[in-house]
Nanobody
Framework: QVQLVESGGGLVQAGGSLRLSCAAS????????IGWFRQAPGKERDVVAD????????YYAGSVKCRFAISSDNAKNTVYLQMNSLKPEQASVYYC?????????????????WGQGTQVTVST
């Protein structure tokens, strides 16, 4: 069964860092892309970053450019999201999702498999 499992969330002080992991299993992901999204209570689920499986193409939302970094480790079937200089307004549940051969448009409907999410809390 195809599965994505996020980990690495937690509580961090404003200005701190966290690294999220998205471990994929159940199929060969070499032709897929992985996106990270976040969703705060009462808000829409928004894309944060996206990477194709080779790591050659990445996308970042404007609000996280230069502070977040997405990367992939094909040997481990894992995609990472390094988050630096975190702000309280970035506290959310973070989800990873896979996109199969669909052009990146930054919308949730482009992704077919989702993880369960990991909570990121940023204290002031």
């Amino acid at each position: 069964q195809v599965q994505l499992v996020e980990s690495g969330g937690g509580l961090v002080q404003a200005g701190g860092s966290l690294r999220l992991s998205c471990a994929a299993s159940g199929r060969t992901f070499s032709s897929y892309a992985i996106g990270w999204f976040r969703q705060a209570p009462g808000k829409e689920r928004d894309v944060v970053a996206d990477i194709n499986w080779s790591g050659s193409t990445t996308y970042y939302a404007g609000s996280v450019k230069c502070r977040f970094a997405i990367s992939s480790d094909n040997a481990k079937n894992t995609v990472y999201l390094q988050m630096n200089s975190l702000k309280p307004e970035q506290a959310s549940v973070y989800y990873c999702a896979s996109r199969n051969g669909v052009e990146f448009v930054g919308q949730t409907f482009s992704y077919d498999i989702w993880g369960q999410g990991t909570q990121v809390t940023v204290s002031t």
